[in-house]
């Protein structure tokens, strides 16, 4: 089958486009409450960045630096939460999964040495400045204390909400001696302060997460949640000189949000209006409509088709140098200029015609 394209661009309105076809970043200034605002991101360093997380954090620069030359009174940052509790290794034993965290391994470290050239390199060309959490820092945070209490204490309401499968409330801490930790939650009991859990070579270990907060971890949806909720209790707080917005890819947007996170705020008594602004970054697809994926890349060879460079980030740097990157970043400028191009996805194609167009220059 041969696929013929007349390289016209189209952006048709409908939904939030018609809303915010000609402006966004004011609507989100008269929103903003605070002097200091915070962008957020957050990604899984257990590799080279892909290309959709390339996309988000320029994203989030992008916003900083609209911001701020809208606004020169507003202070603004962009915060990257590391997701170093994300697995590196995964392995079955006795029928049940366990998993080691990315904090304990090579590959993270490796990993980081990508992302943090590319926050400098986003940071020095918007001059904005960036800062980086780890989950040790964010569970850290003396409100995940209430936060965890309370999700606990209604958790028959809502663990088969957010584990529609098992209904399994996937709060978790790793095995104080060897760093392993039951990834499904199978015989882990979460009941008042106490996580009870078995590790298969050192037995039964008990952690307090009241008193330990900065050793609990999450799966995704559940971390989605915890994230949101202290958010915008930070946001509402005049406690706290700053606000915070997310920014994420658009495949966590719509069905996911609604009833993981919305639905589920509302029933733990946090009312959707404190959450915090999520701005989603349109996703990067394939030929076929599908998202692009780095872990088919990685895992399965897929994409074999596709020109490396937009893939992840080593494979761009390869090709074009750090100063690839540009690319990506005036797109996502555009986007906020002309926010329309903001509520939709784009085909990898689209992006390799851009790279094509600056090679040309």
Known sequence: MELKCDFQVYHPLGGASYVFEHDIVNYILRKSKKKKIVISVGA????SPHFGTLCVFSLAFSL???????RCDKEVSVLFEVVDTAPSKTVEINGIKYQKDLKDSNKMTDAMKDFQEILTYFSQKNNISYSVRNQNAFNSQKEIKTILKNIVSKQDEIRYMLDPDKGRLRIRCTCPKCGLVDKEGVNTIIENDIIKSICPEHGEYIVNYIKNSNRVEYNTPLRNLVRAIIYGIIS?????DYEIIRITGGDYAGFYQEELLYKIASILGYKADMLPMILYCPQILDWSGAKLSKSLYVKEGA????????????FLKEKFGIAGLDVIMDETMLWLNEPYRLFRNYSVYYFIKLFEERGRK
């Open 44 to 47: 899984q360093p257990n590799s």
């Open 236 to 240: 509402e707080s005049s406690n706290y």
């Open 64 to 70: 900083a630096k609209m911001i701020k030359e809208n």
């Open 303 to 314: 994409y074999s088709d596709l020109p490396k460079y937009v893939i992840n980030y080593s």
